[in-house]
């Protein structure tokens, strides 16, 4: 149980240590202006739009990729970025970025198996920071819903100017619908020729009954190079062992 929930802040100043998070657009000119163009529509949605969570209706519609680039873009204009991955079933940007087995992460912090400090990673920019999905739980929907993470939440607002989190699609579990009542806006990612007209009103009608604002949609994948899509993500994975 949380003690002194309305005074006392996670947030101490310490951090995990530090990752070298680097993301596609870094060596490619168009797709870094076409990321500074998703960060002022966001800006535009108005300076009470703080707490975004990202998700889609399948596996493999690029949301992770997005998600990281758009918090690195805000820590560019010098915009204090908390990049949160909870995606805590099959996270694609812990593989990416942490090669350590033994590490903390989001799941540990919600399951009080870790503190903030132990899972606040700094990046290469210091106005950058992320939080890894740790390993993946057996039980990620009740975690998001505990008032551990709501708190989290309540506590990054008064620290950082964006707080972005990548969740898993809509289209095949429930946590963003969870994750987005903690938020002020969503977005959905959506992929050119795969994902049907069906499949991305139920993702809306969804974020709607949770009362979360959508921001809008990003077309992914506009010119056709999207993967075959495996409708296996999450009913085939097996859990890691959540403790150390």
Do not use: W
């Not at 087995?101 to 992320?130: I, K, M």
């Amino acid at each position: 149980m949380i003690s002194n929930t309305d005074t006392v802040s996670f947030f101490t100043g310490k951090s995990a240590g530090k990752v070298n998070f680097n993301t596609c657009s870094s060596n490619d000119f168009l797709t870094t202006e076409g990321f500074k163009t998703l960060r002022t529509n966001i800006m535009f949605c108005g300076s009470n739009i703080k707490v975004i969570v990202l998700t889609s209706a399948r596996e493999n519609e690029g949301k992770s990729v997005i998600s990281a680039e758009i918090a690195k873009s805000m820590a560019d204009i010098n915009k204090k970025t908390l990049l949160i991955d909870a995606d805590m079933r099959k996270s694609v940007m812990l593989r990416r970025s942490i090669n350590s087995q033994n590490f903390y992460g989001l799941s540990e912090f919600l399951s009080e198996q870790a503190e903030l400090g132990d899972v606040l990673y700094n990046t290469q920019n210091p106005l950058f920071d992320v939080i890894f999905s740790g390993n993946f739980p057996p039980n990620p929907v009740e975690l998001l819903s505990t008032e551990r993470f709501n708190k989290l939440i309540k506590d990054a607002r008064e620290i950082y100017d964006y707080i972005i989190i990548d969740s898993p699609p809509l289209g095949c579990v429930i946590d963003s619908a969870v994750i987005s009542t903690q938020c002020d806006g969503s977005i959905i990612v959506m992929t050119q020729g795969v994902v049907t007209v069906k499949e991305g009103l139920d993702v809306k009608h969804q974020l709607e009954k949770s009362n979360c604002k959508i921001l809008g949609v990003i077309l992914n994948d506009a010119y056709g190079k999207n993967k075959k899509y495996s409708k296996k993500y999450y009913k085939s994975y097996e859990y890691s062992a959540a403790g150390k």
